[in-house]
């Protein structure tokens, strides 16, 4: 877990039951007016309908299900309150394996599971995620590690049945890619995700010209450069990526300059930087230009009532900035309000070989503060669910 104050962060040991036990609100907790109370502000988000097809989706969910062998969804289907929702990560080993891996498959069963993604997902936000997939893909081919970094080294699972009734979800993730998705009748919740790619773009191959990332990164740095003077000095918390003034455990060498990846929920992150409803007009207009990027996986009716959400927040929405704002510059940027938090983060290399940040290796990731993570937050207001499951142990 990790708290602090205005301006400074520290952190304390954790221990696995911490990160699958933590508060109830399963979440980023973010302390009001910059503060680390890491209270939970509770009822900023209730059930709405969302526009989806819900149908549809259960439909394709029941059709994966249905070609699955009785051992294959044993490893596949858990509780919906079960803590493996929380065991997603990035890296291109896995740290919980669990659910059918789409690379070990049939074909019939991994093209039911990317039409259960396509009718999940917006069609722009499908083809983002296949954008990351495939330049996994493409990553793999250029290292020759085919086996570790593939189109399809990606891991599928449920929680809860699929209903059109009833809350349930799965969860998609692998190296550059990881979704959580909550569903409840027209309501749809994706958050945490993470995406990433190295390099962002395909230069040769089937998928030339593949590329994902480059508006969040171009919009990022027209805001930024759009500030002057005062503001854009506070904005700009550190002037290097991994600045001689940044508190211990600031940077790390897994998540670098991002504090709300892989087992961090329930993490009370400081605010930084300067409030939104300071900017002009012209660059709030930028800010709800990369939350729609941010939230491109989203359906178009969802994502725009996701983003009148945070505009309702402006006055309590931050911006923040590590590094330069020249061209070819690598830097890091967070948008983070009561309602969402998203970071950006140029990185150096992993599978590639630059020890500084480049802006071909980028990390990218969502988390909805104060319970919105999993849909925990909407939880009380689904008909059917009752939490009082409790988590046994690994069992031997």
């Known amino acids: 877990m990790m708290v602090g104050l205005p301006g400074t962060i ?152 699929p209903s059109e009734q009833q809350a349930w979800g799965f969860q998609w993730y692998g190296h550059h890619l990881c979704l959580n998705i909550f569903l409840y009748r027209s309501t749809i919740v994706v958050s945490p995700f993470f995406t990433g790619a190295e390099p962002n773009g395909i230069d040769d191959g089937p998928y030339k010209g593949t590329r994902i990332l480059h508006e969040e990164e171009r919009l990022g740095l027209e805001l930024m450069r759009s500030l002057e003077g005062s503001v854009r000095d506070k904005v700009q918390v550190f002037k290097e990526l991994k600045d001689p003034g940044m508190e211990h455990g600031r940077w790390n060498h897994d998540d670098q300059r991002h504090l709300c990846g892989a087992y961090r929920d329930n993490r009370v992150v400081p605010y930084e930087g300067a409030v939104v409803s300071s900017f002009s007009l012209e660059q709030q207009a930028l800010v709800k230009a990369i939350l729609n990027q941010f939230l491109l996986y989203l359906p178009q009716r969802a994502r725009e009532l996701r983003i009148e959400e945070c505009e309702r927040w402006f006055h309590e929405t931050y911006f923040c900035w590590i590094g330069g704002y020249r061209d070819g510059d690598a830097f890091y940027y967070r948008i983070q309000s009561p309602v969402v938090i998203v970071e950006f983060d140029h990185h150096s290399g992993v599978f590639l070989t630059n020890k500084e940040p480049k802006r071909f290796h980028i990390h990218t990731l969502l988390r909805t503060p104060n319970g919105g993570d999993y849909g925990m937050a909407l939880r009380k207001e689904c008909e059917g669910i009752r939490q009082e499951w409790v988590w046994e142990g690994d069992k031997e």
């Open 10 to 161: 520290f952190h304390l040991p954790i221990h696995l039951s911490a990160i699958y036990h933590g508060t109830a609100s399963e979440c980023v907790s973010v302390g009001a007016n910059g503060g680390c109370s890491g209270r939970v502000r509770n009822d900023l988000f209730h059930l709405r309908d969302d526009g989806i097809l819900i149908s549809s989706i259960v439909a394709a969910a029941n059709n994966l299900l249905s070609l699955l062998t009785p051992d294959q969804l044993s490893k596949t289907i858990f509780h919906i309150d079960a803590p493996e929702w929380r065991t997603w990560s990035n890296p291109e080993f896995l740290l919980s394996n669990k659910g059918i891996r789409l690379d070990e498959v049939s074909d019939s069963i991994r093209s039911a599971a990317l039409n259960l993604l396509k009718e999940t997902l917006s069609p722009e936000g499908y083809e983002k995620a296949l954008g990351a997939m495939r330049i996994n893909g493409f990553l793999g081919e250029l290292v020759g590690a085919p086996q570790i970094c593939g189109e399809f080294s990606y891991n599928v699972c449920f929680f809860g049945t």
